[in-house]
């Protein structure tokens, strides 16, 4: 299907999608994602595409086939706000979701990323204090490279006693994103199924970013251009029970091989809508 229109009685809702505008030239410096101030990019994505976003309510996807999935799941934690602010709360989410991917992917090793990354909208000021990197990110993008991906693959197995990521049959990266707020959703998350990306629609942005504990640093993701032909998806009003994991790399090519998301204004949010939050986290798995 095509990001001209939907398909007959297809739900869903029409977004703009922020492509990267201006790749650069053969050989020349990539393109920078500035995420505490974005007018220090070097990336330009607007004017956005008006695309087709499908609700996928109710259809069956697989994280080998589109790269993602809404997965039911009730946590324990009693107040995600406070993700980032306990240590005690981050811990057991990250036993929570480490036990959740561990089951659905049936992995044999799950090591979470650090702990859970919230984010706000906008409108979210009191959230907003005192975080960094807390914004959604309102272009298509990827969370890696094929090499940045095969770099944190090798950070990661270095800490697995007797693991040679390079003996490994299968590897992978996920992000696991959840709202925190309840429905709707003024800035929910899209993601692009993976069959409509093609070779050449993605290329570098070194994303530069600042955390709490490492400080500033920079890393290489992929951001994507525009294509017709992209099909994006949405679960519309998700609720804090519910998580949408996704494939951020995978070194086997014959499944999904990255999931370009977005999170992007819905117009059919009521006005007056409290803004979004959420919590996402990523993973390294390896199959047996």
Not at 206 to 227: K, M, P, Q
């Amino acid at each position: 299907m095509s990001g001209g229109g939907p398909a007959a009685s297809e739900a869903g809702t029409r977004g703009e999608i922020n492509y990267v505008r201006n790749p650069p030239g053969p050989g020349a410096v990539p393109l920078t994602y500035v995420t505490e101030d974005e007018r220090q990019s070097t990336m330009v994505t607007l004017p956005g595409e008006p695309m087709w976003i499908s609700d996928m309510r109710g259809a069956a996807t697989s994280l080998d086939r589109e790269g993602f999935e809404l997965i039911r799941h009730t946590s324990t934690v009693s107040d995600f706000h406070r993700i980032e602010e306990d240590a005690d709360i981050d811990q057991l989410y990250i036993g929570e979701m480490t036990a959740l991917l561990q089951q659905i992917t049936g992995a044999a090793i799950v090591i979470m990323q650090g702990g859970g990354k919230k984010r706000y909208g906008p409108k979210a000021t009191g959230r907003l204090a005192g975080l960094t990197n807390a914004f959604p990110a309102l272009y298509p993008h990827g969370d890696t490279t094929d090499s940045s991906a095969a770099t944190l693959a090798q950070a990661f197995a270095a800490h697995i006693p007797g693991f040679e990521l390079g003996k490994a049959r299968r590897w992978a990266h996920f992000n696991m994103w959840r709202p925190i707020t309840p429905p709707p959703q003024d800035y929910p998350l899209a993601v692009c199924d993976a069959r409509s990306i093609r070779p050449g629609d993605g290329i570098t942005v070194v994303a530069e970013t600042v955390t709490r504990t490492a400080g500033a640093f920079s890393f290489d993701t992929t951001g994507y251009l525009y294509n017709p032909n992209h099909r994006w998806c949405y679960f519309r009003d998700m609720t804090p029970d519910e998580v949408i994991v996704f494939k951020t790399h995978d070194s086997d090519p014959a499944r999904a091989h990255q999931v370009a998301h977005s999170a992007f204004l819905d117009p059919a949010c009521p006005p007056g809508t409290p803004t979004r939050g959420s919590v996402e986290m990523r993973a390294f798995v390896v199959f047996a």
